[in-house]
Antibody, heavy 118, light 109 residues
Framework: EVQLVESGGGLVKPGGSLRLSCAAS????????MNWVRQAPGKGLEWVSS????????YYADSVKGRFTISRDNAKNSLYLQMNSLRAEDTAVYYC???????????WGQGTLVTVSS | SYVLTQPPSVSVAPGQTARITCGGN??????VHWYQQKPGQAPVLVVY???DRPSGIPERFSGSNSGNTATLTISRVEAGDEADYYC????????????FGGGTKLTVL
C-alpha cells in the first residue's frame, strides 16, 4: 500500500522559513517523479513544484520560484520542500503527491498545514 | 500561462447524471485528469488520461475530451459523490507547469 506522510508544517512569521518533509513507502520511490500541491483555506488546489525521479528536472510555480526549493533523497525515500521568505499568501495545506504518466497525481498524502502569520 | 475554467457548482438529484466541464484552449490536445476531494480529505484521482479509471473507481465515473472542453460524467449519482472535483493538465509548452482548474462543487439534492 502506497503511503505518503507529510510533516514539518506549523506557524511561522512572515519572512520566515520552514522545511516540509514527505516520507514515502509502499512503492519504489526512486522510480517516480514527485510533487508538492497546496490548498489555501477554502480555496482550490494549486500546484507548487515537481521533481523527477533522479532530480534531473525540477519545476516551480511562478508564485514560489526563487523562494521555495524542492529536493529528494532516494536513499531515505523522502521528498522535501524548503520554503523561505514566507508570505501570508503561502498559508495552506501542503500535500505531497506521487506522479504517474503525464504528471497525473496518482497518490496523495494527508497534508501538513503551514500558517504564515505574525 | 494555461488556464482551466470550471463552473463553481453543479447540482443533481440522486440517480441522475452529473456533467462537470473543464474548459481550456485546445484542451483536446492534452491529457486531462480529474480528482475528487471530500471535506477534510486529500484529493483522489478518479479519471486520468481523459477517460481511464484507476482501479477501485466505479464505472459510473467517466470522462471525455475534445476541442476546448473536457467533461467528467458521473452516472447514477449517489449521495456519497457530493464533493469538489478538479480537472488538471500538464502544460508541457509553458515551463512544464501543472495546471488545476478552479474546482466544481457537486451538490446532490
Amino acid at each position: 500500500e502506497v503511503q505518503l506522510v507529510e510533516s514539518g508544517g506549523g506557524l511561522v512569521k512572515p519572512g520566515g522559513s520552514l522545511r516540509l518533509s514527505c516520507a514515502a513507502s509502499g512503492f519504489t520511490f526512486s522510480s517516480y517523479s514527485m510533487n508538492w500541491v497546496r490548498q489555501a483555506p477554502g480555496k482550490g488546489l494549486e500546484w507548487v513544484s515537481s521533481i523527477s525521479s533522479s532530480s534531473s528536472y525540477i519545476y516551480y510555480a511562478d508564485s514560489v520560484k526563487g523562494r521555495f526549493t524542492i529536493s529528494r533523497d532516494n536513499a531515505k525515500n523522502s521528498l522535501y520542500l524548503q520554503m523561505n521568505s514566507l508570505r501570508a499568501e503561502d498559508t495552506a495545506v501542503y500535500y505531497c503527491a506521487r506522479s504517474g504518466g503525464g504528471q497525473t497525481m496518482v497518490d496523495w498524502g494527508q497534508g501538513t498545514l503551514v500558517t504564515v502569520s505574525s | 500561462s494555461y488556464v482551466l475554467t470550471q463552473p463553481p457548482s453543479v447540482s443533481v438529484a440522486p440517480g441522475q447524471t452529473a456533467r462537470i466541464t473543464c474548459g481550456g484552449n485546445n484542451i483536446g490536445s492534452k491529457s486531462v485528469h480529474w480528482y475528487q476531494q471530500k471535506p477534510g480529505q486529500a484529493p483522489v484521482l478518479v479519471v486520468y488520461d481523459d477517460s481511464d479509471r484507476p482501479s477501485g473507481i466505479p464505472e459510473r465515473f467517466s470522462g471525455s475530451n475534445s476541442g476546448n472542453t473536457a467533461t467528467l460524467t458521473i452516472s447514477r449519482v449517489e449521495a456519497g459523490d457530493e464533493a469538489d472535483y478538479y480537472c488538471q493538465v500538464w502544460d508541457s509548452s509553458s515551463d512544464h507547469h501543472v495546471v488545476f482548474g478552479g474546482g466544481t462543487k457537486l451538490t446532490v439534492l
